[in-house]
T-cell receptor, first 119, second 115 residues
C-alpha cells in the first residue's frame, strides 16, 4: 500500500541557508501535518493543512513557511537556518472525512522523516 | 483542551518479561487514542489504535492496550518482551472538532530490553 513519501530523506545545510522539504500524502488523504523532532525530543507540531488551506498552527518559527498544493502534496520552506533547526521533520497525512466526522478515525500516517542537519 | 501524560520516560525490562508502558489522557470530548513506536533513526509506526469500538485493542508485534474511561488511561502491554521491542513509544490522543483532528503527542517512553 502507498505510504507517505518525504523527500529528501537527508539534507545538510549551512547556517543562514534555506531548505525545502516535500511531503506526498497517501492518495485521497486531504490533510497534511508537519512535525519537528529535535534530538531526544518528542515530535512538536508545526502546522497542518486541509484542502490546501492552513488548518492549524503550532510552534512554527516565522522563518518557516509551508503550503499544500492542488495535488495535496505539501512543502515546508525554511529560511535563515539556525543550528537549532537540526532535527527530524515528519510529515503525516490523514483523511479528514467527507460529509461526516465518522469517516475519519483520526489516525495519522507518518512518513519516514527528513533529517535536516545545519552546520 | 486535551493532553497526554506518559508516566515513565524510561522503562527497562528483561527479555521475556512483561512490558507495561503507561499513558493517561485528558480530553473534553471522546478521543481516539494511538500508540506509535519509533526505532532509532526511523519514522513513527502505528502499533494500535482505539476509536470508540472495543476497549481492548490488539496491535502488531503482540502489543495490546486497554482503554479505561473511568481511569482516563490507555496503557500499553505485552506479555513477553523481545529484544526488537527496544524503541521509543509515543501515546497520542486525537480529538475531532468540526471535522479537523487535533493531535497531541505524549513525551515518549524509551523501552530498554535487557538480554
Amino acid at each position: 500500500a502507498a505510504g507517505v513519501i518525504q523527500s529528501p530523506r537527508h539534507l545538510i545545510k549551512e547556517k543562514r541557508e534555506t531548505a525545502t522539504l516535500k511531503c506526498y500524502p497517501i492518495p485521497r488523504h486531504d490533510t497534511v501535518y508537519w512535525y519537528q523532532q529535535g534530538p531526544g525530543q518528542d515530535p512538536q507540531f508545526l502546522i497542518s493543512f486541509y484542502e490546501k488551506m492552513q488548518s492549524d498552527k503550532g510552534s512554527i518559527p516565522d522563518r518557516f513557511s509551508a503550503q499544500q498544493f492542488s495535488d495535496y502534496h505539501s512543502e515546508l520552506n525554511m529560511s535563515s537556518l539556525e543550528l537549532g533547526d537540526s532535527a527530524l521533520y515528519f510529515c503525516a497525512s490523514s483523511l479528514r472525512g467527507g460529509v461526516t466526522q465518522r469517516q475519519s478515525t483520526g489516525e495519522l500516517f507518518f512518513g519516514e522523516g527528513s533529517r535536516l542537519t545545519v552546520l | 483542551a486535551q493532553s497526554v501524560t506518559q508516566l515513565d520516560s524510561h522503562v527497562s525490562v528483561s527479555e521475556g518479561t512483561p512490558v507495561l508502558l503507561r499513558c493517561n489522557y485528558s480530553s473534553s470530548y471522546s478521543p481516539s487514542l494511538f500508540w506509535y513506536v519509533q526505532h532509532p533513526n526511523k519514522g513513527l509506526q502505528l502499533l494500535l489504535k482505539y476509536t470508540s469500538a472495543a476497549t481492548l485493542v490488539k496491535g502488531i508485534n503482540g502489543f495490546e492496550a486497554e482503554f479505561k474511561k473511568s481511569e482516563t488511561s490507555f496503557h500499553l502491554t505485552k506479555p513477553s518482551a523481545h529484544m526488537s521491542d527496544a524503541a521509543e513509544y509515543f501515546c497520542v490522543v486525537s480529538v475531532g472538532s468540526g471535522g479537523y483532528q487535533k493531535v497531541t503527542f505524549g513525551t515518549g517512553t524509551k523501552l530498554q530490553v535487557i538480554p
